[in-house]
């Protein structure tokens, strides 16, 4: 099946881009992985009780 647009089937990002933005969307996962739970004061004064 052939597609249009090239041999590629459409636009392909640069090396640069596509390295920069899988870069920032890694470091972006790490940062709200590693935020702290805005729930946990409620944790807190749950787990403080037993």
């Known amino acids: 099946m052939r597609r249009a ?3 590629n089937g459409g636009r392909v990002l640069s090396d ?3 390295f920069w933005l ?4 890694l470091a972006l996962l790490l940062f709200a992985a590693s935020a702290p739970s805005p ?3 409620v944790y807190e004064a749950r787990w403080a009780e037993g």
């Open 5 to 7: 647009g090239g041999a």
């Open 22 to 25: 899988l870069a920032a969307v």
């Open 39 to 41: 729930l946990y004061v």
């Open 16 to 18: 640069q881009i596509s």
